[in-house]
């Protein structure tokens, strides 16, 4: 067992079973996912720490809990098509691509979405499309989406992200203010958009969205 699978699986055990994530695909697709080739060379030894990382141009790979938790909020059998708008390290991407049919991620910042398109091409996921520029207006050109995550904080619900849901499809997306948000899961259940449920998910804290549903820079 190399050193580095020993570490996803101690992750695994003590930070992400032992909170309660229990399906067992995001399971085993964080135990499988090379997360320290998505860190810096210099943070290698913190890959696995059960905190986010920051991964250069003042943004941050997401905590190994945070990417569980939203991920399986997702419900993902295999067959869907995913939007993710903030590519960012690309690990939360991996696991996507890993459990799902097709994944969109769009990226603002050129650069990362440049290094995350690299490694995923080098762990062979070609079934991920990354877009540079604002994810907030979702990928009207590819959608509807089954599921659609935000891995960036909103001031308020992304409108054109809901409608790009089909109908039964989820939204995981972190709302609230730039220092503290609530982690809400929100299901389409119409095709009237006033139809949605919303469950909260928990407190948390992301970098902001910036663009037309989020904040100015
Ligand atoms: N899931 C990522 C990971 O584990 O590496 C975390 C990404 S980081 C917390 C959030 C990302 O959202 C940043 O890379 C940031 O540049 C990006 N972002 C912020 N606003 C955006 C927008 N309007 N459209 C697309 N990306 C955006």
């Avoid at 390290?89 to 910042?109: K, N």
């Avoid at 690299?118 to 207006?137: E, F, P």
């Avoid at 609230?176 to 006033?194: C, N």
């Avoid at 919303?198 to 948390?204: M, Q, V």
């Amino acid at each position: 067992m190399d050193r580095y699978k020993k570490q996803r699986a101690r992750m695994v055990e003590t930070q992400i079973k032992a909170r309660s994530i229990t399906d067992p695909l995001v399971l085993k697709a964080m135990e499988t996912i090379p997360r320290h080739l998505f860190v810096d060379e210099g943070l290698i030894d913190q890959a696995h720490s059960d905190n986010p990382l920051p991964i250069g141009e003042k943004q941050t790979i997401s905590q190994p809990y945070i990417v569980a938790l939203m991920t399986q909020a997702l419900e993902l059998k295999g067959k869907e098509r995913i939007l993710e708008i903030g590519t960012g390290s690309g690990y939360q991407t991996a696991i996507l691509a890993h459990l799902a049919d097709r994944v969109f991620s769009i990226e603002r910042i050129a650069a990362l979405a440049t290094r995350a398109r690299k490694i995923l091409d080098q762990l062979n996921y070609y079934n991920v499309a990354i877009r540079v520029g604002d994810g907030s207006y979702g990928w009207k050109e590819e959608a509807p989406f089954d599921a659609i995550i935000t891995t960036a904080a909103a001031p308020k619900i992304p409108r054109y992200l809901i409608e790009q849901l089909v109908v039964g499809g989820r939204l995981v997306v972190p709302v609230g203010s730039r220092d503290v948000q609530t982690l809400y899961k929100l299901t389409r259940l119409a095709e009237d958009l006033s139809q949605i449920k919303k469950e909260d998910l928990g407190g948390c804290r992301f970098v902001s969205l910036i663009g037309e549903s989020g904040w100015k820079e």
